[in-house]
């Protein structure tokens, strides 16, 4: 968990705002007693997480993949080639919705803005955070290298199954 105090409040009110605005359908199933809280969410999503990416063509059709998802600082962030169609799409179009879901017992619905890094700072403490993650230095992988993303939410609601067994330290 890398989350400030801060970060960790901020998150909270994005969750709150957005089951706020979410449809009388989402609330009869994601009621209180099935919403993560901040502490719990960011606890849950230690590490790295299997997230479904959706992305947009220049047809407005929508696009998924699988990306390797870490919830660091309240956002999702990942890696992938800059070669990869979803990279493309990102930068043409950064509106994306991205969903990790551990079978009936934790999802997490995430809309909002792709923020991509090829280079400068950013991208420096992405790539070492991944270097320490993974035990090696990303942009040595086969291939072109790698980008980073974060996504900006607008919009985040998490569900559990059994929300009150899940630790929030």
Known sequence: MLETVDEIADLQRLLDASIGRASGHLT????????????????????MKVLVLATVTARGEPRTSCVDGHFVH???????????????HMLARPAVSATHVDGERVGVFTHGTAHVV?????????????????????????GPGVVYATIEPSWMVAYAAEAASFPAE
């Open 28 to 47: 009869g199933i994601v009621n209180a007693q099935q919403r993560l809280n901040a502490r719990q969410l960011v606890t849950e999503l230690t590490g």
């Open 118 to 142: 090829s280079e400068g700072p950013e991208f420096e403490e992405h790539n070492a955070y991944f270097t320490e993650f993974y035990g090696s230095d990303p942009q040595t992988w086969e």
């Open 74 to 88: 309240g956002r999702w962030l990942f890696g992938t080639s800059p070669a990869a169609v979803k990279a493309k």
